[in-house]
């Protein structure tokens, strides 16, 4: 009888598993703030290696609770409503999204793409809030089931964990599929229900694409202009995230302007903020767009002056403006005219992110590296490449496959694979490429002068490569280069020290306090 009390008594207190599972709570919302921003130049290949592993294990918590619902759904209608069940289930599912939460951190530390994209920093935190919910849940069921408690509370918390589950879910599925992946073939009551815009029907068919405009009815603002800011800036200054409560995703909020005051002064670009922003050296750290996002070509803010010092007129066309030859030649480029022909020139990309002819065509070439080649975000264009599941079975020919889609990279790790200056050389048009890692590969000197052609790139790693102080010398001349691996090289101290004189902004690791 005393043995049945004593089990009794232990029931009715999991204190151990409440404070295990409080800390572990308070452990995932410290991590990003103890971690602090992404930066997969000095994260370790594990780190990496183990965050690949989060499309894999978050699978497991979605299972787990899906068959937790159906139970307590079935206890719900069936004639078990007043049973609470087993804990160990939950325990499970509460454990293995702390475990998928932890990889999918890992993911986030170890690129150097994600920093700044409002939608992946949702979705870390959605996982993270899930994943504290799952175990809040799981501590409130333990003591329900020691105290013989009513299960509806229980049951109430455990709906709302699913529910952020499924968000979270839900924006990981953008991330890596696109925008509308769940729900692009949703019934139109759920899709409006989630704030989706729902295509408008006539006579049971979809209404037919706009007319294309031609280049003299085209809308400066909308059609040039606003595009434009959507590629540059929008990322950074729209209504889910406004730096400096600015946002540029509308003509009326850009015009208004934010803490600064207005920055768009029609008629007057050198009095204009974002003109002002955009003239900076890009080393500045009030540059726009900033450091580590696509820069803005010339021919770009050529067009934005004109337009502004014209007015800034939101509803005016081409044809109703003195277009110089310089702007004509400028909006060519981004919106070019076969002048044989009288059709509509093609749409410019937007920050709805790439066009179906460059998705198809990285679809066709990602089935050679899987899980290696994806859009740097789903507004944007641009590419990156890593060779972490590759390493050993990527070569010069393997790499070649590439060239279709070279001039969009932004970052590219070909780490630990047998690529040669020859690999290094088809980098040449890449001339948004931002980071390259060419850490332990057979490239020399000559994969030297592929990188000085290449003006926005701000970081490499030459980490165990056969570069020689020949070669390294050639990069005083990059004046924007921020960081630079020569760890187990052929660099001699004495190199990294003129180097550093001629490059007093580049942090030069060399794996020694030189």
């Not at 500045?284 to 070509?297: N, Q």
């Not at 994969?447 to 990069?475: C, F, R, W």
Request: hydrophobic share 45%; net charge neutral; with cysteine.
């Amino acid at each position: 009888m005393a043995d049945t009390d004593l089990c009794a008594t232990r029931r009715k207190n999991p204190w151990a598993l409440t404070i295990f599972g409080l800390l572990a709570a308070g452990g995932l919302v410290a991590m990003p703030y103890l971690a602090g921003p992404p930066d997969g130049d000095r994260m370790p290949d594990i780190v990496r290696f183990i965050g690949h592993f989060h499309p894999v294990l978050l699978h497991l918590p979605i299972g787990v609770f899906t068959l937790i619902i159906v139970q307590e759904l079935a206890a719900i209608f069936g004639k078990r409503r007043e049973e609470v069940g087993s804990v160990f289930p939950l325990f499970f599912g509460a454990a293995s999204a702390i475990v998928a939460v932890i990889a999918g951190f890992l993911l986030y530390q170890g690129g150097t793409e994600y920093a700044g994209n409002a939608l992946v920093e949702r979705h870390l935190w959605g996982g993270i809030a899930s994943a504290v919910a799952a175990v809040v849940t799981l501590i409130f069921k333990a003591w329900t089931v020691s105290r013989a408690g009513n299960p509806a509370y229980y049951r109430l918390l455990l709906f709302g964990s699913v529910g952020v589950m499924t968000y979270a879910s839900h924006d990981g599925a953008t991330i890596t599929h696109g925008e509308g992946y769940l729900t692009s073939f949703a019934p139109a009551p759920i899709r409006s229900l989630l704030g989706e815009k729902v295509k408008i029907l006539k006579d049971g068919k979809p209404i037919a694409a706009p007319v294309k405009k031609s280049p003299a009815e085209m809308v400066v603002y909308a059609d040039i202009v606003a595009p434009i800011l959507e590629r540059r800036c929008v990322q950074c200054h729209k209504e889910s995230k406004s730096k400096g409560k600015l946002r540029m995703d509308n003509y009326e909020m850009l015009i208004k302007g934010g803490k600064e005051g207005h920055d768009v002064e029609p008629g007057k670009s050198a009095d204009s903020n974002i003109i002002v922003r955009m003239a900076l050296p890009k080393d500045d750290d009030e540059h726009m767009p900033p450091e580590g996002k696509p820069a803005i070509e010339d021919g770009e803010v050529a067009i934005i002056k004109w337009w502004i010092d014209s007015g800034a007129d939101p509803k005016k066309t081409i044809s109703e403006f003195e277009v110089p030859a310089p702007i004509k030649e400028a909006i060519a480029k981004l919106a070019p005219v076969d002048s044989s022909k009288t059709t509509a020139p093609p749409t410019p990309l937007t920050a709805a992110g790439p066009d179906e002819a460059l998705k198809a065509l990285v679809a066709g070439i990602s089935k050679q590296f899987p899980n290696a080649l994806g859009f740097e975000s789903q507004q944007s264009a641009m590419l990156t490449f890593t060779a972490v599941s590759l390493r050993g079975n990527l070569d010069d020919a393997g790499f070649k496959k590439l060239v279709p889609v070279t001039s969009q990279f932004v970052t590219v790790d070909l780490s630990a694979t047998k690529v040669t200056d020859l690999a290094v050389a088809q980098l040449a048009p890449a001339k948004n490429l931002r980071l390259i890692r060419l850490a332990e590969t057979g490239i020399t000197d000559a994969s030297i002068d592929t990188l000085l052609k290449l003006p926005a790139l701000e970081s490499i790693n030459l980490y165990g490569t056969k570069v020689t102080d020949a070669g390294v010398s050639k990069l005083s001349g990059m004046s924007h280069l921020k960081r630079l691996y020569l760890w187990k090289t052929a660099v001699t101290p004495e190199a990294v020290k003129a180097l550093k004189e001629k490059l007093p902004d580049c942090e030069i690791i060399t794996g020694s306090e030189a």
